[in-house]
T-cell receptor, first 113, second 113 residues
Framework: GNSVTQMEGPVTLSEEAFLTINCTYT??????LFWYVQYPGEGLQLLLK?????DKGSNKGFEATYRKETTSFHLEKGSVQVSDSAVYFC????????????FGKGMKLTVNP | DVKVTQSSRYLVKRTGEKVFLECVQD?????MFWYRQDPGLGLRLIYF???????EKGDIPEGYSVSREKKERFSLILESASTNQTSMYLC????????????FGQGTRLTVV
């Protein structure tokens, strides 16, 4: 079946540090790929997405590129802020209309001033 | 703005009780989902529905049932609550189609004692 494997952390960084969160997937067909973020006490919200190979999703300084050859969708940010402290989930959607999402286990990021 | 509303933020129930978790979305989405979120396990799909009165089992349906009598409302039912169902429950909705974003509610923290 389809699955997502991501770095689990927790990770603690200082403000302005570089962030990479690795995500790889296993899927049949051509899934769409997503990064969701969960801020403390809130539900998940979409951070960025990519729908086909070599697409780059970007939002709020975060970027991720859909790499079909390595089945990866790593999340990066050049300079993190305290407000980026959250749990980050990589996910794929299974093609077929219902768009069922399959999630990685999530990674908790804490950014210290 | 799309809004997914879960009826309770926190619930405490006793073992053996029948528990109803309610979710309402206001954007006419076809798809609705129930996930549970546990530390170290990420989000796991319990049930989803792609139309009124339609439902499909997710990865962990045992001990749960669902009801979708109206398009905007998707209920999760714990027939006889057990302590291992203590968890965070997240409802989500999305449009039917390719590459659509899922919108999440804020979650219900259920404790079964």
């Amino acid at each position: 079946g389809n699955s997502v494997t991501q770095m689990e952390g927790p990770v603690t960084l200082s403000e302005e540090a570089f962030l990479t969160i690795n995500c790889t997937y296993t899927a049949t067909g051509y899934p769409s790929l997503f990064w969701y973020v969960q801020y403390p006490g809130e539900g998940l919200q979409l951070l960025l997405k990519a729908t086909k190979a070599d697409d780059k999703g970007s939002n709020k300084g975060f970027e991720a590129t859909y790499r079909k050859e390595t089945t990866s969708f790593h999340l990066e940010k050049g300079s993190v802020q305290v407000s980026d402290s959250a749990v980050y989930f990589c996910a794929l959607s299974e093609p077929g209309g219902s768009e069922k999402l399959v999630f990685g286990k999530g990674m908790k990021l804490t950014v210290n001033p | 703005d799309v809004k997914v509303t879960q009826s309770s933020r926190y619930l405490v129930k006793r073992t053996g009780e029948k528990v109803f978790l309610e979710c309402v979305q206001d954007m006419d989405h076809e798809n609705m989902f129930w996930y549970r979120q546990d530390p170290g396990l990420g989000l796991r799909l319990i049930y989803f529905s792609y139309d009124v009165k339609m439902k499909e089992k997710g990865d962990i349906p045992e001990g749960y049932s669902v009801s979708r009598e109206k398009k905007e409302r998707f209920s999760l039912i714990l027939e006889s609550a057990s302590t291992n169902q203590t968890s965070m429950y997240l409802c989500a909705s999305s449009l039917y189609g390719v590459n659509t974003e899922a919108f999440f509610g804020q979650g219900t923290r259920l404790t079964v004692v």
